[in-house]
């Protein structure tokens, strides 16, 4: 420990937290900024599968087609992401039940309203600084920190994602191409094969 003037100096252990603190709301927004990029990325693999017909297709009466699903996530990110941190998530030109209405879009039309969605929402949380983390945002006049309400969306949009890869699937069968390691070759990937 440094000495001045005959007393022994204490650390500054203020700083300390508050460096480390730093480092991990950095680490946080990076990791939570290639996530979403990642499930991203899945949608459009699985998009890049598809035909223009398969946009529309619908399970069953109670399920969403995927390009419903893109409807709703871009509705999602608008409302959210747009002024995040001064208003509230829920805005009121938001038509959520709209989203989930057929709407005949075709595929450059639904390529659109994805990329708009991502675009805003990618924006306002690359914006973001450590410091903004700890404030208080609100979601249908819900108080989160601007931690959690990342989180929420962490959950949220790759649970549409794994959707729209269902989808994707059902509909390719034989003719999908593995988005991630194929069955059958988990030991290949083990070995970096």
Known sequence: MPIKGGKIQQPDFKNVKCTAM??????????????????????????????????????????????????????????????????????????????????????????DLWNEGWDCFLNSIQSLGEDDLMKTIYIRKEPLSVMDAINRQLAHYPYHIGQIVYIGRLLRDSEWKNLSIPKSRSAHSKRGK
């Open 22 to 111: 730093n480092t991990a709301s950095k680490e946080f927004l990076a990791t939570a900024i290639k996530r979403l990029k990642y499930y991203k990325e899945l949608g459009e693999k699985t998009f890049a599968q598809l035909e223009e017909k398969d946009f529309h297709f619908q399970p069953n009466e109670a399920s969403n087609s995927i390009a419903v699903i893109i409807q709703h996530l871009k509705g999602n990110m608008l409302s959210r992401w747009t002024h995040f941190l001064s208003e509230d998530g829920e805005k009121p030109w938001r038509d959520r039940d709209t989203e989930f209405e057929f709407h005949d879009y075709s595929r450059l039309q639904l390529m």
